[in-house]
Antibody, heavy 125, light 106 residues
Framework: QVQLQESGPGLVKPSETLSLTCSVSGGSISGYSWSWLRQPPGKGLEWLGYISDTRGTHYNPSLKSRITMSLNTSTRQFSLNLSSVTAADTAVYYC???????????????????WGQGTLVAVSS | DIQMTQSPSSLSASVGDRVTIACRASENISRFLNWYQQKPGKAPELLIYAATSLQSGVPARFSGSGSGTDFTLTISGLQPEDFATYYCQQTYSVRTFGQGTKVEIK
């Protein structure tokens, strides 16, 4: 069974960099893309970006200047760095697997089929 | 970005009811549409992918329909464990979600 687990600081100061890591167990890293999403308290879901198993990245344009992702296949971890954070970046951050192999006839809709439990990151001085 | 609009934003229903949630895309997304269920304090879980395909392990009372810009999630025979918030998500371009539909107990 595939499991994902986020880790990192729960509190980050304004203007600093938010750094999180997601550890993957129970399945292959290869053949999938690895995503970060977030959910501000009481609000909806926002996709931040993904890194593929070949380390190609695709970021949400709304964050493109502040976000970087990396992948370490030997440790089975991928990471998120979000710079210059403000209070608006306070959210539960989720890592998830985007499955490009999850296809119906004529459509591979790349759903998020496994998620971490989420970690709350607050931005405050 | 493609905007996803769900309706209603919330609804009250009873156990056994048939519930329908609509999701509209701001442009044609073919069938690049997934549905998720989220319970309080938990991560979302995949219900439906490619608009109509049931994720393994999800009860058959959940079904999805639609293509293009208009999609529907139906729960046929609401169960106590189905009270949750439901999100649609498009993967045609930059991934975006609907604002969510909260299903509450009447």
């Amino acid at each position: 069974q595939v499991q994902l687990q986020e880790s990192g600081p729960g509190l980050v100061k304004p203007s600093e960099t938010l750094s999180l890591t997601c550890s993957v167990s129970g399945g292959s890293i290869s053949g999938y893309s690895w995503s970060w999403l977030r959910q501000p308290p009481g609000k909806g879901l926002e996709w931040l970006g993904y890194i593929s198993d070949t380390r190609g990245t695709h970021y949400n344009p709304s964050l493109k200047s502040r976000i970087t992702m990396s992948l370490n296949t030997s440790t089975r971890q991928f990471s998120l760095n979000l710079s210059s954070v403000t209070a608006a970046d306070t959210a539960v951050y989720y890592c998830a697997r985007e499955n490009e192999r999850h296809c119906a006839p004529n459509t591979c809709s790349r759903p998020f089929d496994y998620w971490g439990q989420g970690t709350l990151v607050a931005v405050s001085s | 970005d493609i905007q996803m609009t769900q309706s209603p934003s919330s609804l009250s229903a009873s156990v056994g009811d048939r519930v329908t949630i609509a999701c509209r895309a701001s442009e044609n997304i073919s069938r690049f549409l997934n549905w998720y269920q989220q319970k309080p304090g938990k991560a979302p879980e995949l219900l439906i992918y490619a608009a109509t395909s049931l994720q393994s392990g999800v009860p058959a009372r959940f079904s999805g329909s639609g293509s293009g810009t208009d999609f529907t999630l139906t729960i046929s025979g609401l169960q106590p464990e189905d009270f949750a918030t439901y999100y649609c998500q498009q993967t045609y371009s930059v991934r975006t979600f609907g604002q969510g539909t909260k299903v509450e107990i009447k």
